[in-house]
């Protein structure tokens, strides 16, 4: 009987197929989980659950302002009750962790605009999400308690042309225990653009501010644009918060306790 005769075409397509090209055979398992992680989309990080602005009360009195972004960044800004909004005493930043209802930092720093120093800080406290933080700062050398209450504010969209105005109040540099301050005049266009002024020669800064993807903050950026101030020659960035009344923002240093800081009351829309 005569052998099928099978045409070299195909012989030669089922060969390759198989391998029989003499080369390693195909490892489709591995193929397929390659395809997979090519069309996999990259995780998203996870927002932080404390993510907000509170209002409350140290346990000595201090008021504080605090601004927790959606990526764990904060700042609170602490004065003493019943001294102007518009002059800083002090502001804590870091990062911080929160699940469960536990918010967790250990990189705070502690800059004292009045004493002129920067302290190391390690912050826990117990949040309920869209309600309240309240915990501990501490130190080596003791602790101070707070308790703030969560500011429905936050909910709402970033709007530029209700953030558009002028603000009078100190900034505050901050580097080597060594603290610059000035008064004034913070002005926001709606196109984002940010310009401050002084009536007397003094440090002034430029720069610019963006709604942030999440939360009532805007994203902002300052640089000085003269020779000689404390901040001289740095780009610095953070974020910032404003309410019918006044404005906060925090640019703190990336390298070293530090930064701009400034807060102000509202004068008039430009």
Not at 161 to 169: E, H, K, L, P, T
Request: with cysteine; proline share 4%; glycine share 10%.
């Amino acid at each position: 009987m005569k052998q099928p005769i099978v045409p070299t075409l195909t012989l030669a397509f089922l060969l390759s197929a198989c391998g029989g090209d003499g080369g390693s055979p195909r490892n489709v398992e591995k193929e397929v989980v390659e395809k997979q992680e090519e069309n996999e989309e990259p995780e998203t990080a996870k927002e932080n659950e404390a993510q907000g602005v509170y209002r409350g009360l140290t346990d000595t009195g201090r008021d504080l302002l605090t601004m927790v972004r959606d990526d764990g960044e904060y700042y609170m800004f602490y004065y003493v009750t019943g001294k102007p909004v518009y002059d800083l005493s002090g502001a804590v930043v870091g990062t911080a962790s929160a699940s469960e209802g536990n918010f967790s930092s250990t990189d705070a720093n502690d800059l004292n605009f009045i004493d002129r120093t920067s302290t190391r800080l390690g912050i826990e406290a117990d949040y309920v999400s869209g309600d309240y933080l309240t915990g501990i700062m501490e130190n080596s050398d003791g602790g101070e308690g707070f308790t703030i209450a969560y500011d429905a504010d936050y909910d709402n969209a970033p709007d530029m042309a209700a953030f558009a105005g002028s603000y009078r109040g100190y900034y505050k540099g901050f580097m080597d225990s060594v603290v610059e301050s000035s008064l004034v005049i913070v002005t926001i266009d709606a196109d984002g653009t940010l310009t401050a002024s002084s009536e007397i020669p003094s440090c002034v800064f430029t720069g610019q501010v963006a709604p942030r993807a999440a939360g009532n903050l805007f994203d902002v950026e300052v640089a000085f644009s003269e020779t000689d101030c404390l901040l001289t020659g740095i780009t610095l960035t953070g974020a910032a918060y404003h309410d019918s009344e006044a404005m906060f923002f925090a640019a703190p240093a990336d390298d070293k306790p530090g930064g701009l800081f400034f807060s102000g009351n509202r004068l008039e829309a430009p």
